[in-house]
């Protein structure tokens, strides 16, 4: 099947303003499952851009704005052929069939800064690490219980809340939901990344929480899996309707648009964004 993804974001400013070079991360991941077609990308605000691939091996646009300006516009245009898949196809290795998994000693030094976790606060049982369980069957009931207990905000600006802070609230946006699920894989001695990306439906099936958005979630290194994808925020592994545009160690690795600008005072500022995901001809 093939989907359009039209997204548009626009920053305006009360006066013009010299602005930072930008990072631009909106741009389908391709794999075996996903097919690009075509594309269109634009920076506005006489932008030069660049197109580069990260530490992450995201492909980003680097945009380098020469001139002060009172707004510039990030668009993107892409169609894409999107290949069904069942998100349980796969066989652990024999060593990740109980958390903790136990890694090889490269495994171990690639994923370092993967598992280190910064949340001191113990996390509800069942999140929290317990030795020997079952890891398809925890992981499950960890999307389930975040689903259950945590409520779903939409919120387009700001960091993750710090996880202590969700499950005292217990409602977030999906950004809180994905910092959530890393902190707690990671205190069960999995590798876990953050991804950012976009979330379609189907016309004709039921609607998920944050479909046709930028949604964020987590992939969780699983040894006979490979990066698994775990959407907490509607508690189900990911399939094929979760296209992912970045993944990174921290909220800042997949932010869609990285940037400020250079002044000595705060200057009023407002963004606006759309975001339209449908089935192309």
């Known amino acids: 099947m093939k989907i359009r993804i039209d997204y548009q974001a626009t920053y305006e400013y009360d006066e013009r303003v010299s602005l930072s ?31 580069q691939r990260d530490l992450h091996d995201n492909e980003t646009a680097y945009c380098f704005f020469p001139t002060d300006a009172h707004r510039f516009e990030v668009t993107l245009d892409a ?14 290795d024999t060593h990740a069939l109980t ?8 495994e171990t030094a690639l994923l370092a800064p993967h598992l280190m976790t910064a949340f001191a606060t113990p996390l509800p049982a069942p999140l929290a690490p317990e030795p020997a369980r079952p890891t398809v069957e925890t992981l499950i009931t960890m999307l389930r219980w975040m689903n259950d207990e945590i409520g779903y905000e939409r919120r387009d600006e700001g960091a993750p809340l710090p996880p202590e802070l969700l499950l005292d609230r217990r409602i977030g946006s999906c950004r ?15 590798g876990a990344r ?9 016309p004709a099936l039921t609607r998920r929480v944050a ?23 509607n508690g189900v592994f990911c399939d094929h309707h979760a296209i992912p545009a970045a993944a990174g160690l921290t909220p800042e690795d997949i932010a869609p648009v990285s940037g400020t600008y250079y002044g000595e005072r705060q200057i009023p500022s407002r963004l606006t964004t759309r975001l339209r995901i449908s089935e192309a001809p």
């Open 176 to 190: 809180d939901f994905m910092a959530l699920l890393a902190e707690a894989l990671r205190q069960n001695g999995v």
């Open 211 to 233: 479909d046709n958005a930028m949604h964020a979630w987590v992939e969780a290194y699983l040894p006979g899996a490979g990066w698994l994808a775990l959407d907490p925020t």
């Open 79 to 92: 169609v894409i052929e999107v290949t069904p898949r069942n998100p349980l196809d796969f066989l652990l």
């Open 21 to 51: 070079p930008h990072i631009i991360r909106v741009f389908p991941r391709r794999d075996m499952f996903t097919r690009v077609i075509e594309q269109t990308f634009h920076c506005g605000g006489g932008a030069s851009v660049q197109f």
């Open 194 to 202: 953050l991804v950012s990306g976009y979330l379609w439906e189907e």
């Open 99 to 106: 958390l903790p998994p136990v890694y090889s000693d490269a």
